[in-house]
């Protein structure tokens, strides 16, 4: 079936330092990404979606210039948390969204920040 | 290799009772998520076992097997708002997420 990789897993770092999450789309094309946020045993919070080639949208709340989602080809999105703060430390999950007979969300399996 | 196996799609009557099996084989177990998705929405949390066992949260319950690698997820007195997808996630050793491809549960009158 089709392949979400997410790179790094995992990542510590310190507070006011940008951290960047790599989504990957691996035997497929996926024309929109989506950013989601867990917290410890709720919901996947949507953060925003991307779309391959414009801005990404940004949900209610979420601050634009502090994630900065760049969706740069059809198999790759980034999101970049800037001047990281411990409040920001989460599980960051995407999924992209399969072209032609993949019309369905595949997720990617996580990474997890913390922001000393 | 890890892998979670669930029902691509079944069919149930409003008022009814159905089960949604998930399978599992993981390098290590940090809980199971189920969660709802009706379709252009994100998903929504449903349940997190850990423990052997059944909890039961209003019209639906998760039950988990740890030995056996298997969880089902049961719904009672469907409501036709209960069709979407059902999303079954293992946590593993290394905390990342192996989802399953969903169920999708279609409620028919």
């Known amino acids: 079936g089709a392949v979400v990789s997410q790179h790094p897993s995992w990542v510590i770092c310190k507070s006011g330092t940008s951290v960047k999450i790599e989504c990957r789309s691996l035997d497929f094309q996926a024309t929109t990404m989506f950013w989601y946020r867990q917290f410890p045993k709720q919901s996947l919070m949507l953060m925003a979606t991307s779309n391959e080639g414009s801005k990404a949208t940004y949900e209610q709340g979420v601050e634009k210039d502090k994630f900065l989602i760049n969706h740069a080809s059809l198999t790759l999105s980034t999101l970049t948390v800037t001047s990281a703060h411990p409040e920001d430390s989460s599980f960051y999950i995407c999924?992209?969204?399969?072209?032609?007979?993949?019309?369905?969300?595949?997720f990617g399996p996580g990474t997890r920040l913390t922001v000393l | 290799g890890q892998n979670i196996d669930q029902p691509t799609e079944m069919t149930a009557t409003e008022g009814a009772i159905v089960q949604i099996n998930c399978t599992y084989q993981?390098?290590?177990?940090?809980?199971l998520f189920w969660y709802q998705q009706h379709a252009g929405e994100a998903p929504t949390f449903l349940s997190y076992n850990v423990l052997d066992g059944l909890e039961e949260k209003g019209r639906f319950s998760s039950f988990l097997s740890r030995s056996k690698g298997y969880s089902y997820l049961l719904l009672k007195e469907l409501q036709m708002k209960d069709s979407a997808s059902y999303l079954c996630?293992?946590?593993?050793?290394?905390?990342?997420?192996?989802w399953g491809a969903g169920t999708k549960l279609i409620i028919k009158p």
């Open positions: 999924s992209a969204w399969g072209q032609g007979d993949l019309n369905e969300q595949f």
């Open positions: 993981t390098s290590g177990f940090n809980g």
């Open positions: 996630a293992v946590m593993d050793s290394n905390y990342q997420l192996i």
